[in-house]
């Protein structure tokens, strides 16, 4: 399974950017899939996931401010993140999870740098 992040970069607080997660080598529709971010000194923590039936949980700090969407026929997972502050400055990290009768198999992609400046 390969995961590829993109989409982050430098924005001012207050402003917007979209995550993409590009997966390939799984059968995308059948995985649980989320996002997770860690700041320096932190340890990583999840910002939001969705399952394969499309139900989405957000951490209560991004809550009415990121939403989380997939799309099935693109293999693609999305973080679109507004309102965004200081405090959300991170290395976003997608991750999949796999389910079969007797795994649970997880994958994560490489990360993409998310800076907000005040």
């Known amino acids: 399974v390969q995961l590829v992040e993109s989409g982050g970069g430098l924005v001012q607080a207050g402003g917007s950017l979209r995550l993409s997660c590009a997966a390939s080598g799984t059968i995308f529709s059948d995985d649980d899939m989320g996002w997770y971010r860690q700041a320096p000194g932190k340890q990583r923590e999840l910002v939001a996931d969705?399952?394969?039936?499309?139900?989405?949980n957000y951490a209560d700090s991004v809550k009415g401010r990121f939403t989380i969407s997939r799309d099935n026929a693109r293999n693609t997972v999305y973080l679109q993140m507004n309102s965004l502050k200081p405090e959300d400055t991170a290395v976003y990290y997608c991750?999949?999870?796999?389910?079969?009768?007797?795994?649970?198999?997880?994958?994560w992609g490489q990360g993409t740098q998310v800076t907000v400046s005040s």
């Open positions: 991750n999949a999870v796999e389910w079969s009768p007797t795994d649970r198999l997880e994958f």
């Open positions: 969705i399952t394969s039936g499309g139900s989405t």
